[in-house]
């Protein structure tokens, strides 16, 4: 049940506006990050993982509270994450790659070819974790598309509708009758409260 309370503790301080604010903040990491990793990720898959921060930001309230779209994202980021460590996995032959590449388009400048080699293992690991962490912030967004949230509104559905559930009114719904804390009947008209 810890689990459950944190989760709802976290829905709760999720806003329309928190969600643009963290879509935007993540577009400009993902852009950072795209700036220190192009030689070996493309624009392409820097936009593929910042869909779901695109549609935090995105002004509609059937997208930025999509349910079906949070978890079709979600599972696409896992899929991401997964060829990630697979190129982790195998980044020997990622590396073995560019090496050779660089060995036949630069062969005249390029004298120590072992710095080479351990300077293209170090960028490939350095381009796949970033993919990964950036990829996992991109999953809380993708979370945050599944909590409804209305715009203008300072709290989120799912707060609004807990503490509607647990706080009693004290008028009357029929005839708009001031009622005791413990009444189950209002006392002018009679309608059950």
């Known amino acids: ?28 990491l993902g852009i950072i990050v795209w700036g220190m990793t192009h030689n ?3 624009v392409m898959d820097i936009l593929i ?8 930001v995105i002004p509609n309230e059937s997208v ?5 779209l949070g978890i079709i994202l979600i599972i696409l980021l896992v899929i991401v994450i997964l060829f990630a460590i697979g190129n982790l996995m195998g980044v020997e032959d990622t590396v073995s790659y560019y090496y050779r590449e660089y060995q036949y388009y630069y062969s005249s400048y390029i004298y120590d070819y072992e710095s080479l080699y351990n300077s293209i293992m170090g960028d490939i690991i350095f381009v796949n974790i970033a993919q990964i962490v950036y990829a996992i912030l991109n999953m809380i967004s993708a979370f945050m598309l599944t909590i409804p949230t209305k715009k203008g509104n300072s709290k989120s ?32 008209c009679g309608k059950e409260v």
């Open 64 to 68: 930025k509270n999509s349910k079906v």
């Open 157 to 188: 559905i799912v707060s609004n509708s807990k503490k509607a559930d647990n706080k009693k009114s004290n008028f009357c719904k029929e005839c708009g009758a001031e009622l005791d804390n413990n009444s189950k009947f209002c006392p002018s």
């Open 40 to 42: 070996y990720l493309g």
């Open 49 to 56: 993982i910042m869909i779901p921060s695109i549609l935090l």
């Open 1 to 28: 049940m810890a689990g459950s309370n944190f989760l709802d503790n976290m829905k709760s301080k999720v806003t329309w506006e928190n969600k643009t604010i963290y879509g935007v903040v993540m577009i400009i």
